[in-house]
């Protein structure tokens, strides 16, 4: 996936929004190197059932994202993706409805932050706009 992301973002027009998929998908692809060397090369091999690492929680964040991405044009950037996170810890049972949101909100903010104001690179904004 990383080497098609690297050939797609050769495309792009030049500038910063340019070399960021770039240098992500290059960093993407060391990274899973990486870990399958170590994997290959572990003694401890792992004791997890197969059949527990598929389950409704699986299912459920599968179609959040499906859902996340048909709505982000209309919501913005933003807002769904806020609300996606905020159902991912849920669904995950990782914090309270109230912790959720705000964690999924903040995060959006600052992911926003670093790619549309930094970066410059365009988000959509739906709601917000």
Do not use: Q
């Not at 990383?2 to 998929?21: L, M, Q």
């Not at 190197?33 to 197969?50: G, L």
């Not at 995060?107 to 690179?121: C, G, N, P």
């Amino acid at each position: 996936m990383s080497v098609g992301a690297i050939i797609y973002a050769r495309y792009f027009p030049e500038g910063d929004s340019a070399n960021f998929p770039i240098w992500l998908a290059i960093s993407i692809l060391l990274l899973s190197i990486i870990d399958i060397i170590k994997s290959i090369f572990s003694k401890h091999k792992s004791t997890t059932d197969e059949t527990e690492v598929f389950d409704n929680r699986s299912l459920i964040s599968a179609v959040a994202c499906i859902v996340y991405l048909i709505v982000m044009p209309y919501l913005g950037f933003v807002v769904s993706s806020g609300i996606l996170c905020a159902i991912i810890l849920k669904i995950n049972k990782a914090t309270s409805s109230l912790r959720a949101i705000t964690y999924g909100l903040s995060l959006s903010v600052v992911i926003y932050f670093v790619f549309a104001i930094l970066m410059k690179v365009a988000l959509p904004i739906g709601i917000l706009n």
